[in-house]
């Protein structure tokens, strides 16, 4: 390939993400490296500005894992490797299809291979589109790691004035952080709590909740429209409900051929 590939790099634990560039610069000389972060939202929000043709994404990272992150890739063309602290078997079926995987810590000839496979890709896209393979593969990896069971919330316990109240999680129209809390709002009514965004994401089902803002966590089946501004900024109205929520444009891949 003639012009530059550029490249993203997820990853929640600073000494492997230090390593892994290290690594991956050494692997494939010339590589642009684009954007080096350090939870999913910041790697949401550089795929949106900086459109890396390539990403190494921790497939574990807390709040927005990485594979929200990698549809946000591949909804631009990209192409995905996820890094993986554990021999999943989900993971590695798919080591010979087109989403690659890395064990951690990463190993130099695995890399490597990595890197060959990535780059053969890239010289194949002009004549093959792997983009609807590729997102069904996302997919495919996300029902078989997403929570289950015991795993998932399913009631909320929150302060409301000097009280405690209860809400089922079926019943949550939204989740929304503030400076010291987070809110739970539901049609009955809301509470707040301490428990931060990313660590509540972990409990929920991503077929039902889906992460639209940096604050913000909105049931699927609530959300009624988004709509643009004069300014370009988006944001979301609720069925039934009159408070309007932010959008940001490292989210809005979701909603895309809805």
Request: net charge neutral; hydrophobic share 45%; aromatic share 6%.
């Amino acid at each position: 390939m003639n012009e530059a590939v550029t490249a993203l790099i997820a990853e929640d634990e600073a000494p492997q993400r230090r390593a892994l560039h290290e690594q991956l610069l050494q692997a494939w000389p010339g590589l642009g490296v684009v954007a080096v972060c350090e939870d999913g939202v910041s790697a949401l929000e550089a795929v949106e500005a900086r459109r890396p043709a390539v990403a190494f994404l921790d497939i574990r990272m807390p709040g927005v894992s990485g594979l929200d992150v990698a549809r946000a890739v591949v909804a631009q063309g990209g192409l995905v490797v996820f890094t993986t602290a554990y021999d999943d078997y989900a993971v590695r079926a798919f080591e010979a299809g087109a989403v690659d995987y890395l064990l951690k810590p990463v190993q130099p000839a695995r890399l490597q291979e990595a890197v060959a496979r990535l780059r053969k890709r890239l010289d194949e896209r002009q004549s093959r589109d792997g983009g609807p393979d590729l997102r069904a593969l996302v997919d495919e990896l996300e029902s078989r790691l997403r929570p289950s069971g015991e795993r998932l919330i399913r009631w909320i316990t929150a302060s409301a004035g000097d009280s405690v109240r209860m809400f089922a999680i079926d019943e949550v129209l939204f989740f929304q952080a503030t400076e010291k809390y987070v809110r739970v709002v539901a049609a009955s009514g809301e509470g707040v709590l301490r428990t931060p965004l990313k660590e509540l994401l972990a409990g929920l089902d991503p077929d039902q909740f889906w992460q639209v803002h940096r604050g913000v966590v909105v049931r699927v089946q609530a959300i009624e429209r988004v709509t643009r501004n004069e300014l370009g900024r988006h944001s979301l109205s609720l069925k039934g409900h009159d408070e309007r929520l932010p959008v940001s444009g490292a989210f809005l891949h979701r909603f895309r051929g809805m």
